[in-house]
């Protein structure tokens, strides 16, 4: 009977046609309707469209923010976040199209609201269509950027200049006219962190909290690019705009969803601007902008209006194991006992015996969330973490090690002091160190500083590391170090340009029980290999120049 129906539905109301859509506009409208009242649905209309998502009242002092109702950052959280120094100059990046009346408008109000030194100008122009660029002191001193696509791609179009670019960008429609100060507040707003746009005049943006004059504020909708600030460091981590959105929009939602995925949150500066015909949604374009309405739900799960609430990081949790079955068995359940739901757990078996092999089936049974990734041969404990790595699919890495167990701040609070320090791309914890006697103490690490921890005052293990994935993707472990890899990481982690610091929470139990041959640490070899690893950093250190 279920079925018969659903084919008379799809006969009178094919999918994605407009009469589908209307069809679930008031399907939708009836159950809300009928679930909430007219009281009900009025609140949550309203809600949606002219409320940011924030609770009215705080969580109590060492709640875990992730743990609200709405997992998005709330006002208090984002003012703790390091705010980052601008650029110099921003590039602003405008695609120009054939209205040459929308094109001078936007120079021109560029010119009268704008200060040159604030900014270089680019502008992407079809090859062809260079010679009709509108006669304007803009387009004289601009940086002309041409391209030859017979089928205009917008992302593939920007990618000509976000990839070049090493400064703050603005992405700007030419049928987009700024007004006074639109520059300055959005600067001011991102605080160099975040993905901002602007207001602009009712129904001429797709996220509703941009319509109308306001403050600036935190949204849960997409950033819509007809005017977009992205801080050059937001962009170094999130990377260009994906060019599979070749249809017609959604580059913008794909966008603001990387950014929240990454941990950068949104905002709507209190700059305005006059965003004429809202280009980005004419009915001739109603089939292709269905077209990437697909993709994003392939990709993500979401449904216009595009309330991306439910947007939030992802964590990759690494355990390799061989062999250590009891070990392993309050590893995993202390993992599975965090306090931020949000992540995976990869549990890497290196060739280990049937016992080990039946406790992570025992658990993968009860959490889909454990994924279990077998070895056709013993590799070793670094080679089984790159295994895990290449497997993940959050956009933050944890590792962990069979015998030790983690508290359930373990994932929170890293993520945390990651998100509220923006320049850092790993960071390493305190943790207790459990005795041979069942004796506990807790190790406070110092500040990064190279010398000290070259001297190995300190000490960094994998098993007390939070970062951003593209880092161990970029560094990889040299499997030839493996009793000192860590310490050897650290070092090669740095040349790369990658930033790391101190978390100062506690957040595992550091298992040093047993005799010292159980534990990497504890061993002639790992001693040795850490010396050979000092000697090599006191060499290299001793060639570089000093001016």
């Known amino acids: 009977m279920l079925n018969t129906l659903k084919k008379i539905r799809d006969f009178f109301f094919p999918p994605f046609s407009k009469r589908r859509d209307v069809y679930e506009f008031f399907r939708k409208g009836l159950l809300m309707l009928r679930r909430k009242g007219p009281k009900g649905m009025y609140q949550e209309i309203h809600w949606r469209v002219s409320k940011p998502r924030r609770l009215s009242h705080p969580n109590s002092r060492g709640d875990s923010w992730w743990n609200k109702t709405n997992p998005l950052m709330d006002e208090s959280f984002f003012s703790q976040i390091n705010e980052l120094s601008l650029t110099e100059k921003v590039d602003i990046l405008i695609c120009v199209g054939p209205n040459q009346g929308n094109?001078?408008?936007c120079l021109s109000s560029i010119e009268k609201y704008t200060n040159d030194y604030e900014y270089d100008l680019n502008l992407v122009v079809h090859?062809?269509?260079v010679a009709n660029l509108p006669t304007h002191r803009l387009v004289s001193k601009a940086h002309l950027v041409t391209h030859d696509m017979d089928l205009f791609n917008y992302s593939r179009a920007n990618n000509l200049v976000l990839k070049e670019s090493t400064g703050d960008v603005v992405l700007l429609n030419d049928d987009t006219e700024v007004t006074e100060d639109w520059l300055v507040k959005l600067r001011q707003d991102s605080k160099?962190?975040?993905?901002?746009?602007a207001h602009t005049e009712h129904l001429r943006a797709g996220n509703p909290q941009m319509w109308g004059q306001g403050l600036a504020r935190l949204t849960n909708y997409p950033i819509n690019m007809f005017c977009a600030y992205i801080p050059s460091r937001l962009r170094s981590v999130v990377g260009l705009l994906d060019e599979e959105f070749c249809y017609y929009g959604g580059e913008d939602v794909d966008y603001s969803c990387r950014a929240l995925l990454n941990g950068f949150p949104l905002v709507i500066s209190s700059a305005f601007v006059q965003h004429k015909d809202n280009q980005s949604y004419k009915a001739s374009k109603d089939l292709l902008i269905k077209e990437s309405d697909r993709l994003l739900i392939e990709m993500y799960g979401i449904e216009a209006p595009f309330d991306l609430s439910g947007i939030k990081p992802k964590v990759s949790v690494i355990l390799p194991t061989h062999n250590r079955p009891d070990l392993l068995r309050p590893a995993i359940k202390s993992i599975m006992q965090v306090d931020f739901d949000n992540f995976e757990l990869i549990v890497v078996d290196d060739f280990s015996n049937?016992?080990?092999?039946?406790?992570?089936?025992?658990?993968?049974?009860?959490d889909d969330r454990i994924l279990a990734i077998r070895l056709p041969r013993n590799v070793g404990s670094s080679k089984a973490r790159s295994v895990g790595l290449k497997a993940s699919r959050g956009q933050f890495i944890l590792f962990t090690d069979d015998d030790?167990?983690?508290?359930?701040?373990?994932?929170?609070?890293?993520?945390?002091?990651?998100i509220q320090h923006p320049t850092l791309d790993v960071v390493y914890c305190n943790y207790n160190l459990v005795s041979h006697d069942g004796s506990v103490t807790p190790i406070v690490a110092d500040q990064f500083d190279l010398q000290s921890y070259?001297?190995?005052n300190f000490y960094i293990g994998f098993g007390m590391l939070l970062g951003r994935k593209g880092s161990f993707m970029d560094v990889p472990f040299m499997s030839l170090y493996d009793k000192a890899v860590d310490y050897d990481w650290v070092f090669r982690l740095l040349r790369k340009g990658y930033k790391i610091d101190l978390c100062p929470e506690i957040v595992m139990n550091y298992n040093r029980t047993g005799a010292p041959k159980y534990h990497l640490s504890g061993n002639q070899s790992s001693i040795d290999l850490h010396e050979t690893i000092h000697d090599r950093e006191s060499l290299l250190r001793g060639m570089e120049r000093r001016d």
């Not at 049937?354 to 049974?365: A, L, M, N, P, R």
Request: net charge negative.
């Open 192 to 197: 160099g962190v975040a993905l901002t746009g």
């Open 103 to 105: 094109v001078l408008a």
């Open 454 to 456: 070259l001297e190995m």
């Open 354 to 366: 049937k016992e080990t092999s039946e406790v992570i089936y025992e658990f993968q049974k009860q």
């Open 404 to 418: 030790d167990t983690v508290l359930s701040n373990r994932i929170s609070k890293p993520l945390e002091y990651l």
């Open 127 to 129: 090859q062809k269509d």
